[in-house]
């Protein structure tokens, strides 16, 4: 499916998907703010080096410069079942 590159989209997804799209628009500076895995609490250093090397298997940055939505949507599709 295409996605809309015009300001229609919002009416669009808004319509199609009201209350994802209003959660969307509710944590929206959330989403693009790098991940901040200090902010988070995480102190085991396991974790920390896994998560840097998804984050750099991605594309190419380690996680704390790399846009939360994009560590979210990669752990979560990452570790889904089936």
Same mark, same amino acid.
């Given at each position: 499916?295409?996605?809309? #590159?015009? $300001? #229609?989209?919002?009416? +669009? *997804?808004?319509? &199609? ?8 628009? /509710?944590?929206? !500076?959330?989403?693009? /703010?790098?991940?901040?895995?200090? &902010?988070?609490?995480? &102190?085991?250093?396991?974790? /920390?080096?896994?998560?840097?090397? $998804?984050?750099?298997? $991605?594309?190419?940055?380690? !996680?704390?410069?790399? $846009? +939360?939505? *994009?560590?979210?949507?990669? *752990? ?7």
């Amino acid at each position: 499916a295409a996605i809309r #590159g015009d $300001l #229609g989209i919002l009416l +669009t *997804v808004a319509l &199609k998907f009201p209350l994802s799209f209003l959660n969307v628009l /509710k944590y929206a !500076a959330e989403f693009s /703010k790098p991940f901040d895995l200090d &902010k988070l609490g995480l &102190k085991n250093e396991f974790l /920390k080096n896994y998560l840097d090397m $998804l984050a750099f298997l $991605l594309q190419g940055l380690p !996680a704390d410069q790399t $846009l +939360t939505v *994009v560590m979210a949507y990669m *752990v979560e599709d990452f570790f889904r079942e089936n």
